[in-house]
């Protein structure tokens, strides 16, 4: 693989959660279009992502699991048992018409990715990154985990030690999950404290393979960036991986509804860029959570445009700043109703920096202190 290739579908096109989910905004097929008006997403990157079949899913999925999740899709409802054993059909976790087409469609790419990277390479897959699946049950809005089917594609596919780094502003709890013990596997995730799942405390180290940050609101651009070149480099940096994943959610940033987090896209670029130079053969960068249609196009646009080379212009030109006035919020939370200029004309953010508080300089020490920060995950 010479050049970064691009994992989409148009089935996420249109396909909504319900007129109230938070993914009733189109996230996926603003990146491909945005990307595409940008020039900088031709046929030859792109591949069209496959559908998992239901038996590939199973590698980590219960067989009951998927086979309740392809009934409701057909049923178009959910009994009350198959509800509460499986959270399926919950505010959450809603029935609607590709409920089970649209992830495993994620998954499939997810598996595909796994097997492209087999000699190297690099690939973006925005309708990856759903952490939160669980092997028996629905989570946060993830009716599977295709980070956690990446990473036993990229183990069968010849890739020995993985490293999994999170920045979405939940805890990827389904993933640690899967790898909480795991020798050849390090988890990095940093989290919004006290946020939904409520796990991913300080002091969790998963058998001594798991590094989780919790911050506090208003985390700012400069404090990612000490977490960045404190934590996340040097522990990646010391595992010496075979592969990186990175599930680069975009609700860490300030006009995110589900997240009181106070980054710019400029700093999960960088993150990104960090960890592009460490030299790993291979990087998948997953998307993950981002409900804001403007925010999360051009962040994960942005992503494409580093992992490639290109330069962001100060302004958009006609075609893709087309691509974000056509956007629509459908029952928008306040911070939506009257989108900022900045959100149609640019794709870089204006820095947020600020300072970097004692509190989170305190749980860097504690983590920089554990062996995994320095890549010795023990056995």
Not at 23 to 32: A, C, F, G, I, Y
Not at 267 to 287: E, F, N, Q, S, T
Not at 309 to 331: D, K, Q
Request: proline content about 8%; some cysteine.
């Amino acid at each position: 693989m010479t050049r970064p290739l691009f994992l989409g579908s148009e089935i996420y096109r249109g396909s909504s959660y319900g007129a109230w989910h938070p993914l009733r905004v189109p996230r996926v097929s603003t990146v491909m279009d945005f990307a595409r008006a940008m020039g900088w997403l031709g046929p030859e990157q792109y591949r069209t992502s496959p559908r998992a079949k239901p038996h590939a899913l199973t590698i980590w999925h219960t067989p009951d699991y998927v086979a309740a999740l392809s009934r409701a899709e057909a049923a178009q409802e959910v009994s009350d048992e198959t509800r509460a054993r499986h959270a399926l059909g919950t505010v959450a976790n809603p029935v609607y018409p590709e409920m089970y087409r649209r992830p495993a469609t994620a998954a499939g790419a997810s598996l595909l990715a796994g097997e492209l990277l087999a000699q190297g390479g690099v690939i973006h897959h925005p309708g990856g990154g759903t952490h939160h699946g669980f092997p028996d049950r629905a989570g946060g809005f993830c009716y599977l985990n295709d980070p956690v089917l990446a990473m036993l594609s990229l183990r069968r596919a010849g890739a020995r030690r993985i490293a999994y780094v999170d920045i979405d502003a939940h805890h990827s709890d389904g993933v640690e999950h899967a790898f909480a013990g795991d020798p050849e596997t390090l988890l990095i995730s940093v989290h919004e404290e006290r946020r939904w799942p409520f796990t991913g405390a300080l002091e969790e180290d998963g058998g001594g393979n798991c590094l989780n940050l919790p911050v506090p609101r208003g985390f700012n651009d400069s404090e990612m960036a000490e977490v960045c070149a404190r934590l996340i480099l040097p522990a990646v940096a010391g595992f010496a991986p075979d592969a990186i994943v990175l599930q680069c959610g975009a609700d860490a940033v300030t006009e995110d509804p589900l997240s009181r987090l106070a980054l710019s896209n400029n700093a999960h670029w960088d993150v990104l860029r960090g960890l592009m130079a460490l030299g790993c053969p291979r990087l998948l960068v997953l998307g993950g959570g981002g409900y804001n249609p403007w925010s999360v196009g051009r962040l994960w646009t942005g992503v494409w445009a580093v992992l490639n080379g290109h330069e962001i212009p100060e302004r958009l030109p006609e075609g893709a700043e087309a691509v974000l006035r056509g956007l629509s919020w459908e029952n928008p939370p306040r911070l939506g109703r009257a989108p900022a200029a900045h959100w149609f004309t640019t794709l870089r953010d204006a820095p947020r920096p600020g300072p970097v508080r004692a509190e989170v300089t305190e749980r860097l020490a504690v983590l920089t202190a554990r062996p995994a920060a320095r890549g010795a995950v023990p056995e």
